[in-house]
């Protein structure tokens, strides 16, 4: 494990490299080791799923000011689930700076979800300890809030209903949704949708599946309607 890589990677350097050693310690190498001196990444996972949450919480009140409270709840909580923390975990390739158990490590344990979403965490905290919030914010500045701001999370929004609530206050107007595209294979399917108000096209929106791309269509129409 060269975590001076993954620091030239990330441009961080921590000024406790104990600390980032047991952000990528998992509990099966610790076990495996009782009489040497490690520490798990359970407590600065903890720590770092509070911070992740205010991080984001923080982002969202001052990016999204039209959003209702539940709806920035529910954003939220598709940004900081396990799917996307394994996904941000993956695109850093976290994985490969795991310190595991030999059983652990057999299994499969660098590609298991639970624990790239808790190493994503516990980078977190660690960052965090080390480095104070500002720190944390830069990171999550370059490596997490760009993927709200592309609507990796729409799936989330039910952006498809607060339009039609828009358009339905014009009774005159009326909305249909489209696939204009479909490519590539079966098993990596691109849909492109267009959301049309009373003939004509509002907004495009691209995804993996047609429910996707009609949610992010209806975001983009959103962005620009005007009653």
């Not at 909305?175 to 595209?181: C, G």
Request: charged share 30%; with cysteine; net charge negative.
């Amino acid at each position: 494990m060269n975590l001076s890589q993954l620091e030239k990677q990330l441009d961080i350097t921590f000024n406790d490299q104990r600390l980032l050693k047991q952000a990528f310690t998992h509990s099966s190498y610790v076990n495996e080791r009782r009489e040497e001196d490690f520490s798990d990444n359970e407590r600065l996972e903890f720590l770092g799923d509070a911070v992740l949450e205010l991080g984001v919480s923080q982002y969202l009140y001052k990016q999204k000011d039209r959003l209702a409270e539940g709806d920035l709840t529910k954003l939220r909580a598709s940004i900081v689930c396990e799917p996307s923390l394994v996904e941000f975990s993956r695109d850093l390739k976290f994985g490969d700076y795991l310190l595991l158990g030999k059983g652990e490590e057999q299994s499969g344990g660098r590609e298991r979800s639970a624990i790239l979403a808790d190493v994503f965490e516990a980078f977190l905290g660690a960052l965090y300890l080390d480095q104070g919030y500002d720190v944390v914010i830069q990171f999550l500045r370059q490596y997490v809030y760009p993927k709200i701001t592309t609507g990796a999370f729409s799936h989330a929004m039910d952006y498809k209903s607060n339009l039609q609530e828009k358009v339905q206050q014009n009774r005159h107007h009326s909305i249909e949704y489209v696939i204009a595209e479909e490519k590539g294979p079966s098993h990596d399917k691109e849909f492109i949708a267009h959301v049309m108000i009373n003939g004509h096209i509002s907004g495009e929106g691209t995804g993996h599946t047609k429910k996707e791309a009609e949610q992010r269509a209806a975001k983009h129409a959103l962005d620009t309607y005007e009653t």
